[in-house]
Nanobody
Framework: QVQLVESGGGLVQAGGSLRLSCAASGSIFSINAMGWYRQAPGKQRELVAAITSGGSTNYADSGKGRFTISRDGAKNTVSLQMNSLKPEDTAVYYC?????????????????WGQGTQVTVSS
């Protein structure tokens, strides 16, 4: 029943900015890490940025210096601030979470993906 819902995608000019947000809802026991991946047509899905529950972050080289990931643990949300966007950033961006979900009296662990949000950067 846990779901990830992304928002904030859209169309921007090169050099512009977008802020993506991902909210996890449902009966969550814990979240170990959350992150953003992206996939362009004809290409593999790739990591953009991730953040652990302890605040450790990891960025792909493509976004270093331009993107910033942050997490609000209390709200189970993660945001990706993207600045100085380039046309090559165009892709569907997916939120991902490594979490433990409450199901009755048990806890089930596993990854979860959002449905994705389109980011298009024009030249």
């Amino acid at each position: 029943q846990v779901q990830l819902v992304e928002s904030g995608g859209g169309l921007v000019q090169a050099g512009g900015s977008l802020r993506l947000s991902c909210a996890a809802s449902g009966s969550i026991f814990s979240i170990n890490a959350m992150g953003w991946y992206r996939q362009a047509p004809g290409k593999q899905r790739e990591l953009v940025a991730a953040i652990t529950s302890g605040g450790s972050t990891n960025y792909a080289d493509s976004g270093k210096g331009r993107f910033t990931i942050s997490r609000d643990g209390a709200k189970n949300t993660v945001s990706l601030q993207m600045n100085s966007l380039k046309p090559e950033d165009t892709a569907v961006y997916y939120c991902n979470a490594g979490l433990q979900e409450r199901r009755g009296v048990t806890v089930v662990a596993g990854p979860l993906w959002g449905q994705g949000t389109q980011v298009t950067v024009s030249s």
